[in-house]
């Protein structure tokens, strides 16, 4: 008995939010505020995004001293809105930056599938490009392209600082160039090479 009453408020919770919703839809579009709003809040979400970027804190090879080197004293990325996070659901920016072997594949999708969209993904340095020295090695990705599409690459072994600074300058322009863009929308997209105009 106790569950009937509890299963009936639940269904009536629901068709209350639902019955508001859709007159407060209907209200909206007839006064074409909803299209306001949705115009509005798109340019404001992207305006946020690109003023604060959160790449992941992930380091995989020596490629990530360059990274640290970016986020420390002498470069401070951070003055740039460039802020490293641990954990995948506060990033919005995937930075490999060494060589992704075979069994390092899975653990990395499932990283950037746990990122919220929309999603970057930089790859730096020669390894992250191809492989790197371990080109065509039988163990080595030849790049994180094959599993990932890349918004930005850095070359170099390794990329400086000032690049990988400057990757994320590009960043920001192809952010708001691109809006509210889930990744999955964005395929096909030709990426930036960085050093390349
Ligand atoms: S690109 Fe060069 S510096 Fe970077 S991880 Fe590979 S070998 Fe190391």
Redesign the pocket.
């Known amino acids: 008995m106790a569950d009937e009453v509890q299963n009936y408020s639940m269904f009536n919770s629901q068709a209350l939010v639902d019955v508001v919703g859709d007159t407060t839809d209907a209200a909206l579009e007839a006064s074409s505020l909803k299209k306001f709003i949705s115009v509005l809040g798109g340019r404001f979400f992207n305006w946020g995004q690109r003023k604060s970027l959160f790449p992941l804190h992930l380091g ?7 990274m640290a080197a970016a986020g420390g004293g002498r470069f401070d990325a951070e003055r740039f809105g460039v802020f490293f996070r641990s954990s995948p659901r506060q990033c919005d920016i995937l930075l490999v ?3 992704i072997s075979k069994k390092f594949a899975d653990p990395i999708v499932r990283l950037w599938e746990q990122m919220p969209e929309p999603k970057w993904c930089i790859a ?6 191809s492989g ?3 080109y065509q090695s039988y163990n080595i990705l030849e790049g994180v392209n094959t599993l990932i599409p890349v918004d930005v690459y850095i070359p ?4 400086r600082p000032e690049a990988l600074i400057d990757g994320f300058a590009h960043l920001r322009k192809k952010i708001m160039k691109m809006g509210v863009k889930s990744s999955s929308d964005r395929v096909g997209d030709a990426p930036i090479i960085i050093g390349d105009d």
Not at 60 to 66: P, Q, V
Not at 156 to 159: A, D, F, L, Q, Y
């Open positions: 995989i090879k020596c490629c990530a001293l360059e930056n060494g060589p730096m340095g020669e390894c992250a490009i790197g020295p371990y170099g072994c390794p990329p």
